[in-house]
């Protein structure tokens, strides 16, 4: 080997003093994430997903999985076409096969479209693996402390997670998986400081365990943040037809007259993978108190993990959401 000489060592040296300059530093790993999302009863899931693909392209995120926390037969495949579009097919897609007893029931406005009309690797959710084993397995393959699950329809399923005992996947209880390998958790679920919210209110049960019980880092989008964000017409201006993302706000009735929607889940993605940054302010130091109907409160405290989002600029949110929502689909060619 080489000797390095006196004047390439003062070289270095001087080089390694400019401002802006490093050696052996690699940009930031992406986010690994794992997105929990009950699409098909609002069109704000699939855009919530188009976000992340979006920025898994950006090279912020990794998608491990994608869990689809109700039971019915289209929504894992929904998915599925929805990451397919995206290049995405190997995703896997997990969806609950258990037991639903929470309350209301959840609308197919364009999931068994998409299932049905779009390529994807699942066909129906009865080819999908049982949700739970998938979260499982799925984070003990990842580094501790490594992963961000973002929920953003009702906890059905994270509870279950959390609940879950020794298995032929592992012998660790579900409670010892998430301590060891989740980073953090972040929930579209409640409104802050009080308030009842639709994710809540459907499984109260679930939403107050991963409230109570939860023990990494939990951070809230409540509504009131997303109905302050409208999005999704972009979509008809800036995408082809057959992107399913924009069918799926086609056909979603809760649109206005302009095809745009509350960002309800969008604000969540984008907090997992972006941080707060100039979009919310994170309000710290409290934890939410969940009712039995779902209702919740802050209270103020320092012995809890939680945290709510309130947004800074909703100007500069709407436009993020929507450069993210639509730019990476321009870029694809489909057929």
Known sequence: MRSITPLLFLAIVCLLAVPGVSFGQSHPEPVRVILDTDIGKDCDDAGALAMLHALANLGEAEILACIYPMNDEWGAAAIAAVNTYYHRPRIPVGTNKRDYPYQGSHDDFYISYLAKNYPNPIGSGKNAPDAVQLYRRVLLEQPDA???????????????????GPDEISQLTGRQIVSRKVRKLVCMSGRFPSGREWNARIAPDATKNIADNWPTPVVYSGAEVGTRIMTGGRLFTETPKNNPVRKAYELCPYTNENNDRYSFDQTAVLYAVRGARNYFDVVRNGHNAVADNGSNRWVPDSGRKHAYLRSKDNSLLKKTIEDLMTVVTNQISYP
């Not at 490594?146 to 879950?164: F, M």
């Open 146 to 164: 490594s992963v961000t699950i973002v929920v953003v329809g009702p906890a059905t399923v994270v509870s279950d997670l959390l609940n879950s």
